[in-house]
């Protein structure tokens, strides 16, 4: 079993940032990928970033330029900096961890962002 915990959430207004945590409960060299997603009010779930186990790194088209995932690896911890937020950025964010040659999904709990002045 993986659990996964965010951080980080919070209010804040446009043109602001904030920095997501992802603390998983085991190392996260063991996944194949870690990544977050997000799902606003009435929305699909949608690809924000993914880091690949080789260290490569995606985006959605949406966040790219203003966002960056990283991680460390001592905390097995996963990070999502957000710089230049903006209202349609507001959502509920999630870390998923991509584990095995299964590929078993784990999933957060989410937190919330909330953009807005």
């Known amino acids: 079993q993986v659990q996964l915990v965010e951080s980080g959430g919070g209010l804040v207004q446009p043109g602001g940032s904030l920095r997501l945590s992802c603390a998983a409960s085991?190392?996260?060299?063991?996944?194949?990928?870690m990544g977050w997603y997000r799902q606003a009010p009435g929305k699909q779930r949608e690809l924000v970033a993914i880091i690949i186990s080789g260290g490569s790194t995606h985006y959605g088209d949406s966040v790219k330029g203003r966002f960056t995932i990283s991680r460390d690896n001592a905390k097995n911890t996963v990070y999502l900096q957000m710089n230049s937020l903006k209202p349609e950025d507001t959502a509920v964010y999630y870390c998923n961890a991509d584990y095995g040659p299964s590929r078993i999904d784990y999933w957060g709990q989410g937190t919330q962002v909330t953009v807005s002045s």
């Open positions: 085991r190392s996260i060299f063991s996944f194949n990928d």
